[in-house]
């Protein structure tokens, strides 16, 4: 499955990456998704929320794929 990339600047955690692509709406729905390890780094399950992202990270959710890319 292609992945969907999606530009940041600095530091990005994982909360807030999910709101930034579209994956949630909401801190709480990206909370509660991470810790039910529905959302996974790399093809691995992450349940921090405060996980920082680096360049050309993967996250998954519901089928999707979204590939970090840090801008600078």
Do not use: H, Y
């Not at 807030?16 to 780094?41: H, P, T």
């Not at 992202?53 to 794929?65: I, M, P, T």
Request: charged share 35%; net charge negative.
């Amino acid at each position: 499955m292609a992945a969907t990339d999606v530009e940041v600047t600095g530091v990005v955690r994982l909360g807030q990456f999910l709101k930034l692509c579209g994956a949630v709406d909401s801190g709480g729905e990206a909370r509660e998704l991470i810790a039910d390890g529905d959302v996974l780094v790399n093809g691995e399950p992450e349940d921090r929320r405060g996980r920082q992202l680096s360049d050309g990270d993967e996250v998954e959710l519901r089928g999707r794929v979204w590939r970090v890319l840090v801008e600078g």
